[in-house]
């Protein structure tokens, strides 16, 4: 089987953990402090990690202030745990719809269901494409709304030459055990903003005030005080060894990722009835390759695929179609392309005899 997705770990981070074992601290400590100062050198600015993408994403919405009866502006075509990050706080997620050609939050639709209820908007990387950030910070601004960036997919991805995370609002990664950089499971907030940067410091650590320093210096906070809820949202050195390995290593998984990228579009452009998304390809570190499928065949090519030991996904149920996250109106567009979606395998392990594989098999599909 040519597996869908897969973590890719070499000797030096098995090396890494092996080490943290050896020093027997597998909390937070001087390798979390190492990984963020990593982070920070290749971003440009202050970075705080935690266990998870889904963490970093509840943290940011925290820390910018959702109550209750607040709104914020989402795609309904993301990963739930974008949603269930808003709700965590007790605010309402607004499904929206997708621009069909990419799978970025449609501006326009967006623009429809802001009320003054609306505290923030979330562009969602999908498929590492970011859209118009531009227009999304631009129509922020007029509005008087927050930017939370899901960058979940999108580590290493530039935009207009800067490299996402360097610049904008509030940029959220995820580091889990199948993205463009992994820690096993982990996140990371980025933000220039010192109060959010503050608040989500003491918020992963159950709210415990300024006890990152104290861990940072291999101490602990035996008398302190918190004033704001907080959450064991952590991460550990266990994850931020292997995530320092990882980062190390990024331009030679920017070659490989870029590789498989170039090599699927490329043979896509002799099939008929598969389209590619219309991603800025050339900028983009994809974490997974989706295409669309016309013409209703999405269900067939992927029992076609599965049966040549090809593993393939569908990325994203919508969430407006969810029971907890049930909309009162529909998203024609969402609805359509969630049909057409198709994740193919994309992982470092893969060779160019898989990829040619993978495309004979569904040009064979539509031949037949």
């Not at 092996?18 to 050198?41: I, S, T």
């Not at 008087?144 to 030459?161: K, M, P």
């Not at 199948?178 to 918020?203: C, F, M, P, R, Y």
């Not at 907080?230 to 320092?244: E, P, T």
């Amino acid at each position: 089987m040519i597996r869908l997705s897969k973590s890719t770990i070499g000797n030096s981070e098995k090396q890494a953990v092996l080490e943290v074992l050896g020093h027997e601290y597998l909390g937070m400590g001087k390798e979390v402090d190492n990984f963020e100062r990593m982070l920070a050198d290749y971003l440009g600015r202050q970075v705080v990690c935690v266990n998870s993408g889904t963490a970093a994403l509840h943290l940011a919405f925290q820390a910018i202030g959702l109550h209750p009866g607040d709104e914020v502006l989402v795609q309904s075509l993301t990963f739930i745990a974008t949603y269930q990050a808003i709700s965590a706080t007790g605010a309402s997620p607004v499904s929206c719809e997708v621009d069909p050609k990419t799978i970025t939050l449609d501006l326009n639709d967006a623009e429809k269901r802001l009320t003054d209820k609306t505290k923030a908007v979330v562009p969602v990387h999908y498929a590492s494409g970011v859209g118009d950030l531009n227009e999304i910070y631009a129509f922020a601004e007029a509005n008087g709304l927050r930017v939370i960036e899901d960058a979940a997919h999108a580590f290493g991805t530039h935009y207009q030459g800067k490299v996402v995370g360097s610049f904008g609002d509030i940029v959220c990664f995820s580091f889990d055990g199948i993205k463009n950089i992994t820690s096993g499971e982990g996140g990371a907030i980025v933000t220039e903003d010192q109060n959010i940067l503050k608040i989500v410091k003491d918020a992963r650590l159950l709210g415990v005030e300024k006890d990152t320093e104290k861990r940072y210096k291999g101490e602990r906070s035996w008398h302190f005080d918190a004033k704001i809820q907080g959450w064991r949202y952590h991460m550990s050195n266990l994850m931020a060894a292997i995530g320092c390995e990882q980062l190390k290593r990024l331009p030679e998984t920017i070659k490989k990722r870029d590789f498989i990228k170039t090599m699927y579009l490329d043979l896509f452009q002799k099939i008929q009835g598969v389209e590619p998304l219309l991603l800025d390809y050339k900028n983009i570190v994809p974490h997974i390759f989706v295409v669309r499928v016309t013409d209703g065949k999405r269900d067939g090519l992927r029992r076609f695929l599965l049966e040549n030991d090809i593993e393939c996904g569908v990325h994203y149920f919508p969430n407006h179609m969810l029971t907890k996250y049930k909309s009162s109106f529909s998203l024609s567009v969402t609805e359509q392309v969630y049909g057409e979606l198709l994740s193919l395998p994309f992982h470092l392990d893969l060779t160019q005899a898989d990829l040619e594989y993978i495309v004979a098999k569904i040009k064979e599909f539509f031949d037949a």
